[in-house]
Nanobody, 120 residues
Framework: QVQLVESGGGLVQPGGSLRLSCAAS????????MGWYRQAPGKQRELVAA????????NYADSVKGRFSISKDNAKNTVYLQMNSLKPEDTAVYYC?????????????WGQGTQVTVSS
């Protein structure tokens, strides 16, 4: 059974930092590109950051460039999102996503989400 379990969300003041973790099980983690998405109330889910299978390449939404950093530890089956200089507009439910290449089945999985609230 595939599981993606996010942790690390919470309430933080503007300018603060949080580190999200997503622990994967039931998949061959090294075959999956990983991403963090977020969804704020009344808005569509959007890509925040993504990292390739071997962690050689990353990409970020313009709104988080320079503030967020994604990393992937294939030995621990875990992907992280370090979030610095947080702003109220970063408030959302953050979701972990795992996507395998078509050659590996083209599978897509989601975590249950973790709430991040940035407020004073």
């Amino acid at each position: 059974q595939v599981q993606l379990v996010e942790s690390g969300g919470g309430l933080v003041q503007p300018g603060g930092s949080l580190r999200l973790s997503c622990a994967a099980s039931g998949i061959i983690f090294s075959r999956y590109a990983m991403g963090w998405y977020r969804q704020a109330p009344g808005k569509q889910r959007e890509l925040v950051a993504a990292i390739t299978t071997g962690a050689s390449s990353t990409n970020y939404a313009d709104s988080v460039k320079g503030r967020f950093s994604i990393s992937k530890d294939n030995a621990k089956n875990t992907v992280y999102l370090q979030m610095n200089s947080l702003k109220p507009e970063d408030t959302a439910v953050y979701y972990c996503n795992a996507q395998s290449a078509p050659g590996w089945g083209g599978r897509n999985y989601w975590g249950q989400g973790t709430q991040v609230t940035v407020s004073s």
